[in-house]
């Protein structure tokens, strides 16, 4: 009898390890197929996605050619007007430079005119300054406003000379004055 339970100990261990595998085995195929359809989902997923992706890329594709497009005709048009413009200003600029020239020569005979007018009224001027100044030299011009208490700056500017000028003409005459007692 020992050996009757013996086999039955034997045969329902083997029996009950065969049960885990079956179990085992069934849950390992139950979460493959779980895992599988997942998978298969996800998958799914990922591929509506990428064809969401590719229609709107295409559909942004097709706006930026349109984009491009509408951008060349303004610069074409952008480039005409301006062409355009160019001519209008070399037509304006070669009139206006034409007045401005025919202005230009008028003012230039106008101020040749008053300049004219001018120096020969100077002219007339430091004739009779001449006239009355010859009487009188330089030399006892400067000795004049030098004894009236002028000093060489004053004499110069008065003169239309330079200082160095008045110093040496009443340096000269302090010599002579000084040699001739």
Known sequence: MFDLVYWLVVLSTVVTLAFAWGVFLNQILRGRTERDE????LEERILELMGQFRHMSALRLRMLDKKIEEMKALIKQANSLY?????RE????????????????????ERD??????????????????????DLSIERKILLMYQ???????????LNMGVGEVSLVLSLFRFRSDSHP
């Open 38 to 41: 997942e998978y298969e989902k």
């Open 83 to 87: 062409s355009q413009l160019c001519v």
């Open 148 to 158: 009236e208490g002028k000093d060489e700056q004053q004499i110069a500017k008065e």
């Open 90 to 109: 070399a037509e304006l600029m070669g009139s206006f430079s034409k007045v401005e020239t025919e202005r230009f020569e008028s003012d230039v005979k």
């Open 113 to 134: 005119a008053q300049k004219v007018m001018e120096e020969d009224a100077i002219e007339t001027e430091n004739s009779k300054n001449e006239l009355q100044d010859s």
